[in-house]
């Protein structure tokens, strides 16, 4: 609930993957999602998120959806838990279309887990 509006009502895992709006987005989750000013570059299949600091492709999965906002500014939404380090995934190529640069400002620790806010 938002201002006595209901924003989005189903299981609290569907919520967390497929936030409503970024208010429900930035709400649910600890630590909270991070977001950036970005734009959506591209054409088809082949579009790109590109912000301040750099540009990553959007997979097949999410461009059909993302299509109508080529060349429009959005807010690029990524979960602390989303972001890990190149060299300890077994599970993504690293490649130029998903290698991005941060710096890291804060670091959470979550009990077992620690969390980066960049």
Do not use: H
Not at 84 to 94: G, N, R
């Amino acid at each position: 609930m938002k201002d006595g509006l209901v924003q989005q009502c189903d299981t609290p895992l569907n919520i967390y993957r497929g936030p409503a709006n970024k208010f429900v987005a930035g709400f649910i989750g600890s630590p909270p999602m991070n977001f950036v000013e970005a734009t959506i570059e591209g054409a088809g299949t082949d579009l790109f998120i590109k912000a301040k600091g750099f540009r990553t492709k959007v997979d097949a999965e999410r461009a059909g959806k993302l299509s109508s906002y080529v060349g429009k500014e959005v807010s690029f939404g990524i979960r602390p838990s989303d972001i890990f380090d190149k060299a300890l995934s077994p599970s993504v190529a690293p490649s130029p279309d998903n290698l991005v640069s941060v710096d890291v400002e804060v670091i959470e620790p979550m009990g077992a887990e620690w969390c980066s806010v960049m």
